[in-house]
């Protein structure tokens, strides 16, 4: 006789290390369904990008391989999936970790509660973030909205440890429909993914990298693109391949401090998102919303080739179309050009990394790139423009970042390569900046 299962729904956490709902299941005493849902449902109304769809791909490969390929991957709609496994095996206990981004939330609540009405146990778990949106308020009870005294709150609050890691699964054992990996059709282009290792290997393998030699210098060398400063550990913890808790728990020393405060911005985004769902498509600041955006197809086109005339720019944007991921002090950069010099909209550089980026993560998509426009919550005014020429002298002063990936400066010396030369600018860059003032002061003033 066949035991009664339980479901575990896993979405972005996809990994043995703690993961609160498998650990669950685990410990239930049932045997266990473990299970991967591709639906539609997921792509409105922010479909995965390309870049993420790859990932997802070789990310799923490396989990069910973990658990013996016995994970069932199914492709529709999320609460058909489940009631059609819970109809086939009678399974009465549901375990999910939650989500947090406002429109997932709405789904995973109507999914709990149709499951519920229909006798089905919902068990669910905070595993996603050190603490949920709702832990961290103002004195008056309000979500934050500046990241510095929502830091200091944090600092006095303990994150909860790691749960022990699942080592053993107790697997249903009668047969049940599902897909493979390649049959949920997730690859849409032949993925960048050669410097790469996705999966809870790969993140493990980033972490200890990273601990043991970019993090003693991390204050400093965050900020230069041609050293490994930064802990490329983004991609990993947007899928869940490793949880943010897991990379606390490792951090010791002063240098370690600075990194963790890089982790409490990335709660800062999944609080603001949480509580202003309509920052993923609008500004926060209400000034922004009329704010005189140019529509130029041509220069954003150029923009997003690596083809602006501006040599840390145009390194930038190549680096994204070719390894999925872009140093973070140049992602200000070529933001900053886009909405200021070339006064395209937020939006569109928004949309063009969701669809390039890896670690393409709604939460942080939206707080890095409103940060940039100056429309956001805790933004950069946006009367500070970076200069692109500047930037690169400041942060790649060798031009060796410039150099790798933009071949037609490999020649020039330290002075000429942030120069350029090799194409002609698409905007000047006093024009741009004097355009991008006059913008917001028209703003500023309600002329638009």
């Not at 069932?72 to 109809?87: H, N, Q, T």
């Not at 897991?246 to 002063?254: F, M, N, P, Y």
Request: proline share 6%.
């Amino acid at each position: 006789m066949v035991e009664t299962p339980c479901i575990v729904w896993v979405r972005n956490d996809l990994r043995l290390h703690d993961n609160p709902a498998l650990l669950a299941a685990s410990k239930s005493g049932h045997p266990v369904i473990v299970c991967y849902i591709w639906s539609e449902e997921d792509q409105e109304p922010y479909p995965l990008g390309g870049a993420s769809r790859a990932w997802l791909h070789d990310s799923l490969l490396e989990f069910s391989a973990s658990l013996e390929n016995k994970v069932i991957l199914r492709r529709g709609r999320y609460r058909d999936v489940l009631e059609d496994l819970i109809r086939k095996t009678s399974a009465k206990t549901v375990y999910w970790n939650r989500r947090y981004e406002p429109h997932l939330l709405a789904r995973d609540k109507e999914i709990q509660e149709a499951l519920t009405l229909a006798g089905i146990n919902v068990v669910t778990y905070a595993g996603n973030l050190l603490f949920e949106p709702w832990e961290v308020a103002t004195q008056q009870n309000r979500p934050y909205q500046v990241f510095t005294p929502f830091y200091r709150n944090i600092q006095k609050m303990e994150p909860d440890k790691p749960v022990e890691p699942v080592r053993e699964l107790k697997f249903y054992q009668k047969y049940l429909e599902t897909e493979s990996v390649s049959g949920l059709q997730l690859l849409t282009r032949n993925p960048p993914l050669d410097i790469w290792q996705p999966g809870e290997k790969g993140a493990f393998k980033a972490l200890d990298k990273f601990l043991h030699g970019p993090i003693d210098h991390y204050r400093l060398g965050r900020d230069y693109p041609a050293q490994e400063g930064t802990s490329r550990l983004s991609p990993h913890l947007h899928f869940g391949e490793i949880s943010v808790r897991t990379i606390a728990s490792r951090l010791v020393g002063e240098q370690s401090a600075f990194f963790y405060r890089e982790l409490i911005w990335r709660e800062f985004a999944h609080h603001l998102l949480f509580y202003f769902p309509q920052t993923a498509d609008e500004p926060l600041k209400k000034d922004f919303m009329n704010f005189p955006w140019r529509l130029d197809p041509e220069q954003l086109t150029l923009w997003q080739e690596g083809k602006t005339g501006y040599p840390i720019v145009d390194a930038g944007m190549r680096e994204l179309m070719a390894t999925g991921w872009m140093h973070n002090r140049v992602r200000m950069i070529v933001g900053s050009f886009l909405v200021k010099h070339l006064l395209l909209s937020w939006k569109q550089g928004a949309s063009w990394f969701w669809e390039k980026l890896f670690d393409a993560d709604l939460a942080n998509n939206t707080l890095g790139w409103q940060w940039v426009a100056g429309s956001g919550a805790d933004a950069a005014p946006y009367f500070r423009i970076f200069n692109p020429i500047i930037q690169g002298k400041k942060f790649d002063p060798e031009g060796a970042y410039i150099r790798h990936w933009v071949p037609e400066l490999k020649h020039a010396d330290n002075e000429k390569v942030h120069a350029g030369g090799y194409t002609k600018p698409i905007v000047d860059l006093k024009f741009g900046y004097m355009r991008a003032l006059e913008a917001f002061q028209e703003m500023k003033n309600g002329l638009v």
